[in-house]
């Protein structure tokens, strides 16, 4: 097969995914390693953010230990796609060696991010590793829906962590938040594309 | 000849066939079916004489077409950069 063609390398992982869900095989997996975060989403899932994190999350983290157990656990299952998440997964600071487990066990490291915390040291950092792809969340395309969703100024510097992917981690994913006012603005349209030109998506 | 699989390739079995994500030189995807598994399997530890009897043993083929199978796929993982021979 060329490795110029990729429509059959495409079709080669469908059809993997087909037949890991028929032998219910659970080739995707996402583990949440953190509650905490360094936003405070209005639409948060993990706990009401406007408030202090509930004594049950702060007190029952699983250990460094445990997630390297569930990593493996996983992969061991079937597992062959695993997410890192949050709250925020670029808190943790044992991030680099979750990553490192997945590698070493023959799967793909992916992480879900809202992409603050990225820096051209950090991604680097991380594709040394063996992260092999990011999603990154955007709460809207402006400071303005930040700061009615999130947090005021956290925008720019999320822009600021996706220009730093633009070398090190060769696919990431941008996942956007649709607020109502954004239907009304048309340059929405025209600036993720500006930001993700030249990537592989 | 013995040979040596890449360490750093992304691999899982998914019902009898094996996928390959090689991230790094081919980047690339790959998927070796229920007879390149046997194959993959045994490549490490066995010469291609001790593979192909164990093919003889385990699927029901004749030692030529056995022998023009096994040449032609462990040839086609070499310049895949998938596997490298034992120095």
């Known amino acids: 097969m060329s490795k110029h063609d990729p429509a059959p390398k495409l079709g080669l992982l469908a059809q993997s995914q087909e037949q890991a869900y028929q032998n219910c095989q659970p080739l995707n997996a996402t583990i949440e390693i953190t509650m905490g975060c360094n936003l405070a989403c209005q639409h948060c899932y993990n706990f009401d953010r406007s408030k202090a994190m509930p004594s049950e999350f702060k007190n029952n983290s699983l250990s460094d230990t445990e997630i390297h157990g569930i990593l493996k656990d996983l992969i061991k299952e079937g597992a062959f796609f695993i997410n890192l998440s949050g709250g925020e997964a670029l808190l943790h600071p044992s991030l680099d060696q979750f990553i490192q487990t997945i590698v070493q066990e023959k799967a793909i490291a992916r992480l879900k991010s809202n992409g603050l915390l990225l820096t051209p040291k950090r991604c680097e950092e991380l594709a040394q590793v063996g992260l092999q792809g990011i999603d990154i969340t955007l709460y809207g395309m402006s400071d303005e829906s930040y700061q009615i969703f999130s947090r005021k100024g956290a925008y720019s510097q999320a822009i600021e962590g996706i220009k730093a992917l633009k070398r090190p981690v060769s696919r990431f994913m941008l996942i956007i938040f649709f607020i109502r006012p954004m239907f009304m603005n048309s340059i929405f349209f025209l600036q993720p594309q500006n930001l993700i030109n030249g990537h592989s998506l | ?87």
């Open chain 2, 1 to 87: 000849m013995s040979y040596k699989k890449r360490s750093d390739l992304a691999l899982k079995m998914i019902g009898e066939q094996l996928v390959i994500i090689d991230s790094k030189i081919g980047k690339a995807v790959h998927r070796l079916n229920d007879v390149g598994v046997f194959i993959w399997d045994h490549i490490e530890a066995s010469s291609s004489e001790e593979i192909l009897a164990k093919m003889m043993d385990e699927f029901e083929v004749d030692e030529a077409e056995a022998r023009s199978d096994l040449k032609q796929f462990v040839a086609e993982l070499e310049a895949l950069h998938l596997i490298e021979k034992k120095q």
